[in-house]
């Protein structure tokens, strides 16, 4: 089920109240298959033990957060992809989002993650990995990661609790309507 329109309301309008709250409402916990991650670091830079990662995802939505200070077009989405988590976790449907850097130093990815407060791949050979994989990465980058990219930075994958994509959310050209395109029912659970 792809979310309703309505629930991306907030995105328009203030915060008066939730409309995530007409979202569909049944939740359950499922375990999350933590191998289809690659090893995470906290906001602070520090690496994250697999316990950590499990208790953090477990029930929640999970998607990879591509992106890089740098880029002016992340940085101006950022707050609309803040009000959606926010959104969605007052309504119960929690989501946890995992940054992907292409930050040119692992200061910058600190910096970010922390005032994000979200959980990050490794910058450097973990980061290229996930972007390889998902074909995903900032035009600065195709000198090292080629041409074949699907999208630039920023763009989202949401994961099944088995890590496959179920939705790719193309934040570069949709802006914040890409998150309209969240699906937000409980079979994305981990």
Partial sequence: MIAPAACFAFIL?????????????RTSIM???????PNLNKSDGTGVSLDEVSAQVNGKHV?????????????SFEPSLM?????????????EIIYVPSDRQAADVVKRTSSMN???VPIGEE???????????????????GMGRRSGVPALVVLDKSGDEV??????????KALGDWPLDDSGLW
């Fill in 127 to 145: 980061a290229d990995a996930m972007k390889r994989k998902y074909k995903i990465w900032a035009g600065a980058e195709s000198v090292k990661l």
């Fill in 118 to 120: 979200m959980l990050s």
């Fill in 13 to 25: 309008s203030t915060r008066h109240s939730s409309p995530l709250t007409r979202c569909a409402s």
């Fill in 167 to 176: 939705a790719f959310l193309a934040a570069e050209s949709k802006g914040a």
């Fill in 31 to 37: 375990s999350s298959s933590l191998a289809a991650l």
């Fill in 83 to 95: 009000q959606f988590r926010e959104a969605a976790n007052s309504s119960g449907k929690n989501v």
């Fill in 63 to 75: 998607a990879l957060y591509f992106a890089a200070g740098w880029c002016p077009m992340c940085t």
